[in-house]
């Protein structure tokens, strides 16, 4: 019976499974590195669309007061160009 085991069991080489598991291992590393590289990237990108966020808001609340001292300005020139005028005119 033993001798019917022996005949039956396949032979294992050991040279080939430390190298099937260092490509494994290397594949993983590669991996591993791949996916640590990836997330770096992501939280770079994610820093500077919080950093342009910031200076889009920043951006619209300065468009907001100058068009505030447009329109301000416009209603001084509106309310004072006919007196201007009349006085260009007079003058004349």
């Known amino acids: 019976m033993w001798n ?13 499974i ?3 598991n260092s490509q494994l ?8 590195q791949l996916m ?3 997330l770096d990237e992501r ?6 669309l919080r950093e342009t ?3 889009l808001g920043e951006s619209e609340t ?3 007061e100058v068009e505030k001292e ?3 300005l416009q209603r001084q020139l509106s309310a004072n160009l006919p007196q201007v005028s009349g006085l260009l005119f007079s003058s004349c």
């Open 4 to 16: 019917m085991m022996c005949d039956v069991m396949p032979t294992i080489s050991e040279d080939g």
């Open 18 to 20: 430390p190298q099937r």
């Open 25 to 32: 291992s290397g594949d993983d590393a590669n991996f591993e």
């Open 36 to 38: 640590v590289s990836m």
């Open 43 to 48: 939280d770079k990108l994610m820093d500077t």
């Open 53 to 55: 966020q910031v200076r």
């Open 62 to 64: 300065k468009l907001a």
């Open 70 to 72: 447009r329109d301000s």
